[in-house]
């Protein structure tokens, strides 16, 4: 799943017609994987390599030379594979995973100025698509004031977008949900010192 030019347009106009009612900021970021999950491609690889032998030895009369240089070719092969394929994720544990993506919301809210912003309050709505992974991050100012489980509407509302298939819609959505929230809690005033659009990684 992707967003073609007219869909981060649309998101990004969402954006600034939401900032228009608020001083806050609202931030989009897309990943398409929180982590490359390298380290792991390479312990399965080694992992698989280390287990060849054995079943070699067993099943063939292979001699050693032969037994290390198919453990090496093993291990070669599999980590390409699984480093080039996209099959990273699914060799590493769910609940590792979805701790990558919330590190990686975590970071692109630093990343993005929302930790250092000099203006009322910020919001950061990320999705990470290889882990299946949505989360509204909001700043400490809006924390305080607003409930975390009132941000749930707005993961809703993408996850609805990205389950019919209209990732830009589910955005758009979750945008006029967190702007209506902020709206609410911070009035127009100084602000807008963010770009108002999408960021894709």
């Not at 649309?10 to 990943?31: D, M």
């Not at 993408?158 to 209209?166: F, M, P, R, S, Y």
Request: neutral net charge.
């Amino acid at each position: 799943m992707s967003l073609s030019n007219e869909d981060q347009q649309r998101i990004n106009a969402a954006i600034s017609q939401a900032e228009t009612k608020t001083a806050g900021e609202i931030v989009c970021v897309l990943a398409r994987s929180s982590s490359d999950y390298l380290t792991y491609a390479l312990a399965w690889a080694a992992l698989a390599a280390l287990a060849a032998p054995w079943a070699l030895v067993t099943l063939t009369e292979l001699s050693v030379r032969q037994i290390l240089l198919v453990q090496a070719v093993v291990f070669v092969a599999l980590y390409v594979l699984f480093s080039i394929s996209g099959l990273g994720p699914y060799l590493v544990p769910k609940a590792v995973r979805l701790e990558h993506a919330h590190r990686a919301a975590l970071e692109q809210f630093v990343t993005r100025g929302l930790a250092r912003r000099r203006h009322e309050a910020g919001v950061l709505i990320f999705v990470s698509l290889a882990e299946h992974y949505v989360r509204v991050v909001a700043d400490d100012a809006v924390a305080v004031k607003v409930d975390k489980r009132v941000w749930q509407g707005a993961v809703d509302s993408l996850l609805a977008g990205v389950k019919a298939g209209d990732l830009a819609g589910g955005y758009v959505a979750a945008v006029e949900k967190c702007g209506a929230v902020l709206a609410e809690h911070f009035p127009p005033g100084a602000g807008g010192e963010l770009p108002d659009r999408i960021y894709i990684i």
